[in-house]
């Protein structure tokens, strides 16, 4: 690996860290949509900014363009307070016209300026690098690297210092407002860290695949953990290992780096959705299997129980019978009086009759019962 | 005027004139559905989800006819609604999130796809990535016959189903307990919605083309409570926005459709929300202030006795906004105070108002009156 390549690597790791902070919080506020919003409209805050402050990555000009972020919600919410349209609709209008103008303004005025289309959806992790910082002659490494490792200083510290904050407003609103926290406060200054850091990102992301550095890591780590802080650090975590095995197959197949690293994400996801220990789709399908045994086999000793009365020789208790009486096929019947058998709970009184041992009967009593 | 008509009459712009409108009309007609079951953003999803589809799909046939990408971009944006409802029925993540992750890993794909084969030989791929914000002007006569073929298949389909989906969008619940299949509905007005944003990628773009069936449904419900005018509604402002923006949009090469469209839409949009019959905002600004109410006489007489001896030894009076401030509830008081004054109760000078030695007498009355 050259050095340059180290560079790209550790810039997009940077960049996936300070994405998930902010991201985590979206994620567990159910703002993910919202985040998507302002990744679109920042465009036109750099647009913006740009015309003002021609400085790409100027602290002023990222903190400028970041405003944009911060107005896009506020759109949102008054929209939303009109009554005449719901929260969906609210983002769904605001932000494709707030990015629309970005988009106009691009193509119509800075046609020169360092901002073009491609800057906009994909941005590039491999050009950013190239530029460098430099300090009276010496040259201390590409610039997005200082910036992105600024952005996640400052979401990291912030996150650290008002956590408790996030925490109360995020879990409960209400109490949060007892405690003289301001919900809507909260609310807006994790919205500012969304907009500095998609505003940060751009260069090397771009305005889109922003969303999915904030998203996605966060919304795996929600399957695999249930404690916040344990969420938390595993949301900077996968990002980190994300754009190590998106940096490798971008290396491999030569193609865009944020793409790829999207992809990983991707396939993470995935993976965790289906196998993940508690939340897994593997083990929600093998929970769901389990409690139908063991429902039909509580079935079968309730039903045997109903007839017991009737004697042990009755066609209810054939068992042949149990697939029209239950609705089961000869295949699940089988299985289900041999585990019922197997666990002592009923008995064959010869080939065909089934009858209850004592303590299915119990066991049918006290269902019944409860 | 006459460079206008020579400009309508321009073989090319009418085709992408024809093309845009008719993306317009049928986005409109389907985005109502999707804005009254609140899928508003799923058109965000699914459009930011063909991408990868749509360059799959180039790569498989080595051709780029609207015809071939819109099954690729079908493909992938049908996956990603599937991936939305697993991941929101099934586990602990919300609709928001799984919304987030589908959008954001199938548009990274897309990319990553689009950086690839920008590295190959084939000449002809240049122009695939005009689908992410769209231009017009590369339709083609076979284009737009495709459009017309395929949006009006969704219209059919649509007039077919409208009873069910009426009652699946109003009332599932009821539906379900009517006997509808209201999961396979669902899953069509879902597969319509998909069609439709597929539709438009290649003038709108990827991530535009879920305005285009917002906004129209947005603007037409401000001015109607029936279901089908408010189709028809957004139909017509969806139609009459994607022409306008590919009217714009051919004035120069650089200026791109999807933008010019959707910054119409938003002007409809402003211009419904505030208009807008019975529910606009005008409407409701006024009958707010109309019924705002006017303060009768005698509780601003029983307002000024109450300032007076709150502030006793004053000989100035107060100003009206002081008046209505003491009143309360915003309520209008010059009318009021006027009658006073007739009446002999309360008098003014340089705008200051205070009570005449009657007034002053009948307000401690009306004050003890309603002690007792």
């Known amino acids: ?370 | 005027m006459e460079t206008f008509l020579q400009f309508l009459n321009d073989y090319t712009l009418r085709n992408v004139l024809l093309g845009t409108a008719w993306i317009g009309v049928v986005g409109g007609s389907l985005g109502t559905f999707a804005f009254l079951r609140r899928q508003s953003l799923l058109g965000d999803v699914i459009s930011h989800a063909t991408l990868p589809g749509v360059v799959l799909a180039f790569l498989a046939w080595q051709r780029r006819e609207i015809g071939v990408l819109m099954v690729g971009a079908a493909g992938t944006g049908l996956l990603a609604t599937a991936l939305i409802q697993v991941v929101d029925t099934r586990t602990n993540i919300k609709r928001d999130g799984a919304m987030g992750v589908a959008l954001a890993v199938f548009f990274g794909v897309g990319v990553l796809l689009l950086s690839m084969i920008q590295n190959l030989p084939t000449a002809s791929q240049a122009g695939l990535d005009k689908f992410i914000f769209g231009q017009a002007a590369a339709l083609v006569q076979s284009d737009v016959t495709v459009l017309l073929v395929v949006g009006g298949v969704v219209l059919v389909v649509l007039l077919l189903l409208w009873r069910e989906l009426k009652i699946v969008t109003f009332d599932p619940d009821f539906a379900r307990a009517a006997g509808f299949r209201v999961t396979i509905l669902e899953g069509g007005i879902v597969t319509l919605i998909v069609v439709t944003t597929v539709m438009g990628l290649q003038t709108v773009g990827v991530i535009l083309m879920s305005a285009m069936l917002i906004a129209p449904a947005a603007a037409a419900r401000q001015w109607t409570d029936r279901l089908s005018i408010m189709v028809l509604v957004a139909a017509v402002v969806g139609g009459a926005s994607g022409a306008a923006g590919a009217a714009v949009s051919a004035f120069g090469p650089q200026i791109p459709t999807g933008p010019v469209v959707v910054l119409v839409l938003t002007a409809l949009v402003l211009v419904s929300l505030f208009l807008g019959r019975k529910r606009g905002l005008v409407w409701h600004w006024r009958r707010q202030r109309r019924s705002r109410k006017l303060a009768d006489p005698d509780t601003v007489l029983g307002a000024l006795g109450a300032l007076e001896s709150a502030h006793a030894g004053t000989v100035r009076g107060h100003p009206e906004a002081v008046v209505r401030m003491a009143v309360g509830q915003s309520a209008q008081v010059g009318q009021a105070l006027a009658a006073l004054r007739e009446a002999g109760l309360a008098d003014e000078h340089d705008g200051d108002w205070s009570l005449t030695e009657r007034g002053r007498s009948e307000a401690v009355r009306l004050t003890r009156d309603q002690r007792d």
């Open chain 1, 1 to 370: 690996m050259s050095s340059l390549e180290f560079e790209i690597l550790v810039t997009a790791m940077t960049v996936s860290a300070a994405c998930a902070v902010p991201g985590a919080y979206l994620v567990l506020r159910q703002m993910s949509m919202v985040a998507d919003a302002i990744s679109h409209t920042v465009l036109l805050g750099i647009v913006l900014a740009f015309l003002v402050v021609p400085l790409y990555g100027h602290p002023l000009m990222v903190f400028g363009a970041s405003m944009m972020g911060v107005v896009t919600v506020l759109g949102i919410d008054l929209l939303k307070r009109t009554g005449l349209v719901r929260e969906d609709a609210a983002i769904g209008i605001t932000f494709p016209a707030l990015f629309s103008l970005g988009v106009l303004l691009i193509s119509l005025l800075a046609r020169d300026a360092h901002l073009d289309e491609h800057m906009v959806f994909q941005g590039d992790l491999v050009y950013s690098v190239f530029q460098r910082l430099e300090l009276a002659g010496h040259g201390y490494g590409p610039m997005t690297l200082w910036k992105m490792a600024g952005i996640f200083l400052l979401n990291g510290v912030l996150a650290l210092r008002f956590h408790r904050e996030l925490k109360v407003a995020t879990f409960d609103p209400v109490l949060a407002a007892t405690l003289g926290i301001s919900p809507s406060l909260v609310h807006f200054g994790l919205v500012l860290m969304t907009s500095v850091t998609a505003v940060g990102a751009f260069d090397s992301v771009g305005s889109i695949l922003v969303i999915g550095f904030m998203v996605v890591p966060p919304v795996t780590a929600r399957l695999l953990t249930d404690s916040l802080a344990r969420y938390l650090g595993l949301s900077v975590l996968l990002g980190c290992v994300s754009s190590l095995g998106g940096f490798w197959i971008a290396r491999t197949v030569n193609g865009s780096v944020g793409g790829s690293i999207s992809l990983v994400m991707g396939a993470m996801f995935v993976a965790v959705l289906l196998a993940s220990p508690r939340r897994g789709l593997i083990a929600d399908w093998r929970r769901r299997r389990r409690q139908r045994v063991e429902f039909a086999v509580r079935m079968l000793v309730i039903h045997l129980f109903q007839h017991r009365a009737l004697g042990q020789r009755t066609e209810e208790n054939h068992a042949g019978h149990l697939e029209a009486h239950l609705g089961w096929s000869a295949e699940f019947s089988r299985r289900i009086t041999e585990l019922a058998e197997a666990r002592g709970l009923i008995r064959r009184v010869d080939a065909h009759w089934l009858g209850l041992t004592s303590v299915g009967e119990r066991q049918a009593e006290q269902a019944l019962a409860g």
